[in-house]
């Protein structure tokens, strides 16, 4: 087994951070719910596209560090030393945001899974040669087949069910809330403790 994980919003959680920098600009309401889906909802139903790109450039460059990992994503990787299954970060980010201030967002973000400890040899250890930002879809695609990929998780079903994801790899959706619909034609793991026990089960 070869794992590859997609990075925004599968191992980083930012819906506390977009809400609270949406309020911080008085965008929102205080009844729009701490979630980044309905911030951007809320947003685009005001015809507030603009704003919104401007968010994303804020949570995902200058601001990230005020992001959390969603819960359970450091036992999930101790797990996968333990099993000695390696894995990959691969995700799709640009270089810069589209608006607001010039941030190198692969930058801020390697240095998201740093402060973290995802480097840390004593804990998860990932080496920070397995971690890749594609600046395209299909690079991150091409990346996913480079690196041996056996199983892929990635919070957005529509990108597991690309015509070119890779063949043979196994796509999961990391779906902590369950919010996508039902009747996907793979795996939904329902959080990082939940994907820990089905790792248990196949590796």
């Known amino acids: 087994m070869i794992l590859g994980v997609d ?9 506390p ?4 920098l949406a309020r911080e600009r008085d965008w929102i309401p205080a009844t729009v719910p701490a979630q980044k889906e ?8 005001a015809g507030r596209e603009d704003d919104w790109t401007e968010l994303q450039g804020l949570a995902y460059g200058g601001r990230i560090s005020e992001a959390q990992p969603f819960p359970g994503v450091h036992r999930f990787f101790e797990l996968c030393r333990q099993r000695e299954v390696p894995w990959f970060v691969i995700s799709h980010k640009t270089q810069w945001p589209v608006r607001g201030p010039r941030v190198d967002l692969p930058q801020a973000a390697r240095g998201w899974l740093a402060t973290q400890g995802f480097h840390d040899p004593q804990g998860i250890g990932l080496p920070e040669s397995c971690v890749f930002f594609d600046d395209t879809k299909e690079g991150k695609l091409q990346r996913i087949s480079g690196c041996g990929c056996t199983h892929f998780i990635d919070d957005l079903p529509e990108f597991l069910q690309l015509p070119d994801f890779p063949r043979g790899v196994e796509p999961l959706l990391f779906d902590p809330w369950s919010r996508r619909a039902t009747g996907l034609p793979f795996l939904s793991l329902g959080g990082w403790d939940a994907a820990r026990e089905w790792l248990m089960e196949v590796a």
């Not at 990075?7 to 819906?15: A, E, L, R």
């Not at 951070?17 to 609270?20: D, R």
């Open 7 to 15: 990075f925004d919003n599968t191992i980083v959680c930012y819906d």
């Open 38 to 45: 309905a911030v951007r909802d809320y947003l685009r139903a």
């Open 17 to 20: 951070l977009f809400h609270q």
